[in-house]
């Protein structure tokens, strides 16, 4: 409300808003800062592009395989894509964040991205044991891969409980 109301008085005493100058430019500068960092977050998001032919093949390859992924493997396979394609935005780069967002965005919401040290997967929630015994599957004991297979029981049982109930 006060928002509208600076924007609407030309000056603060025409508005019968009193405030220290001080006070009034730090509000008027924030407000400002606050405008255009929504602005900019949207339009920087929106102008971060990637390949509409090429992102849909990867999107159909990720689904079609339905398991856990590293994060890097699809990035891979999308820029080979690009050069095998000859496509117009070879050399442009993606950054893995927005890159990841963007594959979990176009994935749907039964897809979720997992952290395993300085690794990051990509996998279908109804795999996501599966995932996690892939990504540590170096490093675990047989008391360990016993915990996980058990873990991974309960979790497939407790999502297919919730899905099949109305």
């Known amino acids: ?4 109301r600076l924007n609407t008085a ?6 019968d808003v009193h405030y220290h100058i001080s006070c009034y430019t730090k509000l008027k500068n924030e407000a400002r800062a606050a405008v255009n960092k929504s602005s900019n977050a949207e339009t920087s998001y929106a102008r ?3 390949d509409p032919l090429v992102f849909a093949l990867l999107v159909a390859f ?3 395989n339905n398991s856990a992924f590293k994060l890097a493997d699809p990035r891979k396979l ?13 050399g442009s780069y993606v950054h893995p964040t927005r890159f990841k967002e963007h594959l979990l965005q176009k994935q749907g919401p039964d897809w979720s991205d997992y952290t395993e040290g300085r690794d990051i997967y990509i996998s279908h929630k109804k795999t996501v044991g599966a ?17 996980i297979a058990e873990v991974v029981i309960m979790l497939r049982q407790h999502i297919l409980q919730e899905t099949e109930g109305f």
Do not use: C, F, P, T
């Open 48 to 50: 971060q592009q990637y």
């Open 62 to 64: 990720v689904q079609l």
């Open 10 to 15: 030309s000056d603060a005493g025409a508005g």
């Open 1 to 4: 409300m006060v928002h509208a």
């Open 131 to 147: 995932a996690l015994a892939l990504a540590s599957r170096i490093h675990v004991s047989d008391d360990e891969a016993q915990k």
């Open 78 to 90: 999308y820029d080979r894509r690009l050069i095998q394609l000859d496509s117009d935005w070879i």
